[in-house]
């Protein structure tokens, strides 16, 4: 079985990697690629030799992972300095490992750039499609587009075969390796983490942003980790003139009449402020963590905070159940009805109704620090002995196998 994975990294990780490992570009496509998935350290960095080793012959194109595809094109002598030559570079790497499935993680990007369709156009025999549904892609309608859908979702699982579309669950995971590349010995500090984005352009991330102002507000051992929108000095300072020009104008008014004075008077003319939440809470965050850098922070807490997308429905499934449990954090996560089926309530794990539960069950945690490592080192437990990244691969190799036969 031949697998062709067509993937993608986070741009600003993928950034941070060579900026802060320079001489990196100068390696060899292998060489990064070795550096970048361990310094990606996930449950992915395994599915590689994990699928090897069940016979398996794997290869990857990353669109923007221009190094690593670059350095693979002039170790392969193929040259293309055309403009678009990463995707080109890829639709030669793949044509010539004549793939069996094409297993495509990141689906509206190589929908969007045309790589899917270019590259059926060049291979001489159809591969089976595969690809992955996690994160809101707009119209599921692309799905249709590929044989076999995986989702750690059920609820999106379900979507997509009412709608006559091939798809499967395939839950998350955490491989017990990564606590051996992780720093060892690490104290948990009787503090609770929240990791991930403070996008508020969605009413989901707003309703999540929204919580985590107010637990940070209740609650002092609350730090959070994540991109936020911070205002330039420029958006900053042009609305505190607009706010100062305003509230002279209110005085002014009640001595001259002016319609200009009467206009930037009322504060309903003033624009949205750039401050989107307060500026205390903007400030408290910290900065965003990715991979290692990130697990390694996240062993250091007691507690570990989790909040759905709801886009994944009532369902339990995201990443950071599994990353949480598997270093022995205390997950507090919101209630889904699934979560039984997974971890023990109240013994493996914490779980919240309402935004006054979380703050409720937060400080509880908080007061007892020994309560919270027990059911910590109780949930790791059951990750580690049902989750591991190799039942998941056990898993998706059975996917795949039916999908040839």
């Given at each position: 079985?031949?697998?062709?994975?067509?993937?993608?990294?986070?741009?600003?990780?993928?950034?941070?990697?060579?900026?802060?490992?320079?001489?990196?570009?100068?390696?060899?496509?292998?060489?990064?690629?070795?550096?970048?998935?361990?310094?990606?350290?996930?449950?992915?960095?395994?599915?590689?030799p994990?699928l090897q080793?069940?016979?398996?012959?794997?290869?990857?194109?990353?669109?923007?992972?221009?190094?690593?595809?670059?350095?693979?094109?002039?170790?392969?002598?193929?040259?293309?300095?055309?403009?678009?030559?990463?995707?080109?570079?890829?639709?030669?790497?793949?044509?010539?490992?004549?793939?069996?499935?094409?297993?495509?993680?990141?689906?509206?990007?190589?929908?969007?750039?045309?790589?899917?369709?270019?590259?059926?156009?060049?291979?001489?025999?159809?591969?089976?499609?595969?690809?992955?549904?996690?994160?809101?892609?707009?119209?599921?309608?692309?799905?249709?587009?590929?044989?076999?859908?995986l989702?750690?979702?059920?609820?999106?699982?379900?979507?997509?075969?009412?709608?006559?579309?091939?798809?499967?669950?395939?839950?998350?995971?955490?491989?017990?390796?990564?606590?051996?590349?992780?720093?060892?010995?690490?104290?948990?500090?009787?503090?609770?983490?929240?990791?991930?984005?403070?996008?508020?352009?969605?009413?989901?991330?707003?309703?999540?942003?929204?919580?985590?102002?107010?637990?940070?507000?209740d609650?002092?051992?609350?730090?959070?980790?994540?991109?936020?929108?911070?205002?330039?000095?420029?958006?900053?300072?042009?609305?505190c003139?607009?706010?100062q020009?305003?509230?002279?104008?209110?005085?002014?008014?009640?001595?001259?009449?002016?319609?200009?004075?009467?206009?930037?008077?009322?504060?309903?003319?003033?624009?949205?402020?750039?401050?989107?939440?307060?500026?205390?809470?903007?400030?408290?965050?910290?900065?965003?963590?990715f991979?290692?850098?990130?697990?390694?922070?996240?062993?250091?807490?007691?507690?570990?905070?989790?909040?759905?997308?709801?886009?994944?429905?009532?369902?339990?499934?995201?990443?950071?159940?599994?990353?949480?449990?598997g270093?022995?954090?205390?997950?507090?996560t919101?209630?889904?009805?699934?979560?039984?089926?997974?971890?023990?309530?109240?013994?493996?794990?914490?779980?919240?109704?309402?935004?006054?539960?979380?703050?409720?069950?937060?400080?509880?945690?908080?007061?007892?620090?020994?309560?919270?490592?027990?059911?910590?080192?109780?949930?790791?437990?059951?990750?580690?002995?049902?989750?591991?990244?190799?039942?998941?691969?056990?898993?998706?190799?059975?996917h795949?196998?039916?999908?040839?036969?």
């Amino acid at each position: 079985m031949k697998i062709a994975f067509l993937s993608s990294i986070y741009p600003p990780h993928a950034e941070k990697i060579y900026r802060e490992n320079p001489h990196l570009k100068n390696k060899s496509s292998d060489e990064q690629m070795h550096f970048i998935r361990w310094h990606a350290l996930s449950a992915y960095s395994r599915w590689m030799p994990l699928l090897q080793s069940k016979g398996c012959e794997v290869i990857q194109f990353h669109y923007n992972l221009e190094n690593v595809e670059r350095a693979w094109a002039q170790e392969n002598h193929f040259h293309s300095d055309l403009e678009g030559s990463i995707l080109k570079i890829g639709l030669e790497k793949i044509k010539r490992f004549k793939p069996d499935i094409i297993f495509c993680t990141s689906p509206l990007s190589y929908i969007n750039n045309h790589f899917i369709d270019n590259l059926l156009d060049v291979l001489e025999t159809n591969p089976k499609l595969i690809t992955w549904y996690g994160a809101n892609c707009g119209d599921e309608k692309i799905f249709a587009k590929f044989d076999l859908t995986l989702s750690n979702s059920k609820h999106l699982v379900d979507k997509l075969v009412s709608q006559d579309i091939s798809a499967e669950l395939l839950q998350h995971s955490f491989d017990p390796i990564i606590l051996e590349k992780i720093d060892e010995g690490t104290k948990k500090k009787n503090r609770i983490a929240f990791f991930g984005s403070l996008d508020t352009k969605t009413e989901d991330f707003r309703e999540r942003t929204e919580l985590l102002h107010q637990i940070s507000t209740d609650i002092s051992k609350f730090d959070i980790f994540g991109d936020c929108h911070i205002p330039t000095f420029s958006e900053s300072a042009k609305f505190c003139l607009l706010t100062q020009r305003s509230s002279f104008a209110r005085t002014f008014s009640k001595i001259i009449s002016h319609s200009k004075l009467e206009y930037w008077s009322d504060i309903n003319n003033l624009p949205a402020s750039p401050w989107i939440h307060s500026k205390g809470f903007i400030k408290s965050i910290k900065r965003p963590l990715f991979g290692k850098e990130m697990l390694n922070e996240l062993n250091s807490y007691q507690i570990a905070f989790n909040y759905h997308n709801k886009h994944t429905g009532d369902n339990a499934c995201n990443m950071r159940i599994f990353e949480a449990t598997g270093l022995a954090c205390c997950l507090l996560t919101d209630y889904k009805s699934n979560v039984h089926s997974m971890f023990e309530e109240d013994k493996e794990v914490i779980t919240y109704n309402t935004n006054q539960e979380a703050i409720s069950k937060a400080n509880q945690l908080l007061q007892n620090p020994n309560i919270a490592k027990e059911i910590g080192l109780a949930g790791q437990k059951k990750t580690i002995s049902k989750f591991t990244t190799e039942k998941q691969i056990n898993h998706l190799y059975f996917h795949l196998s039916n999908l040839l036969n």
